[in-house]
């Protein structure tokens, strides 16, 4: 699984990378053998002069068998954003994995 991450209008500190990339692999680390990339990113959307909610984190993961699949949420603070935005994908990989399963990986309780 390839993570690569970025930042728009903001510093990606060190810190912050490996908050990020901590984060990430807790949430779908179950799922690493099907998850092809992880493209995160931060944004700050106005820029460093307006405050409130202004932050966004978007994730793209590359799913084998799924495809790309979108979270994305914006906050005022960014260590939330990101354990808000890291657990849904989490949440979303499993449901659409779990789905594929249900619908092409298992039998009926009567064997058809």
Request: with cysteine; net charge positive.
């Amino acid at each position: 699984m390839k993570i690569c991450m970025f930042s728009h209008r903001m510093e990606l500190t060190e810190e912050l990378k490996t908050y990020l990339e901590r984060r990430l692999l807790f949430a779908v680390s179950r799922f690493a053998l099907k998850i092809q990339s992880i493209d995160a990113g931060l944004i700050d959307v106005n820029g460093e002069t307006a405050g409130g909610v202004d932050k966004r984190c978007r994730i793209v993961a590359k799913v084998a068998g799924i495809g790309r699949l979108v979270v994305q949420d914006d906050d005022a603070e960014l260590l939330p954003l990101i354990d808000r935005t890291t657990d849904r994908l989490g949440r979303l990989i499993g449901r659409k994995l779990g789905w594929a399963q249900e619908r092409f990986g298992r039998q009926s309780a009567s064997g058809a």
